[in-house]
């Protein structure tokens, strides 16, 4: 509760002495705000977020494919190549 009152009339005194810079720092970050809007309504944010989810989905399809190679050599009795995969220990 004093930590709160404390941070809160830093605030108010800060505010207080620098108005005019608070104001422009808001002014400021309302533009940004503004600009990241006009950004992720022309689609591109959520084109960048689709190339990343389908380059997981590809990454982890790579890995289920590798698990299953690794498991059916496994299963055939190849142990190095089931156990180890491509880097066996070094003997």
């Known amino acids: 509760m004093i930590r709160a009152l404390v941070v ?3 605030v108010v005194i800060l505010f207080a002495a620098l108005k005019w810079w608070a ?3 808001a002014c400021f970050a309302g533009v ?7 950004d992720h309504d022309s ?3 959520e084109r960048v977020i ?10 982890q399809a790579a890995t289920a494919k590798r698990a299953d190679d690794q ?3 496994f299963i055939a009795g190849d142990l190095d190549t089931g156990v180890y ?3 066996p220990p070094a003997v």
């Not at 689709?50 to 990454?59: D, G, N, T, V, W």
Request: net charge positive.
């Open 23 to 25: 104001l422009g720092a």
């Open 85 to 87: 995969g491509k880097f």
């Open 71 to 73: 498991n059916q050599a």
């Open 43 to 45: 689609g591109e944010y």
């Open 8 to 10: 809160g009339g830093t």
């Open 32 to 38: 940004l705000w503004a600009y990241n809007r006009m």
């Open 50 to 59: 689709e190339a990343r989810r389908a380059a997981y989905r590809r990454e």
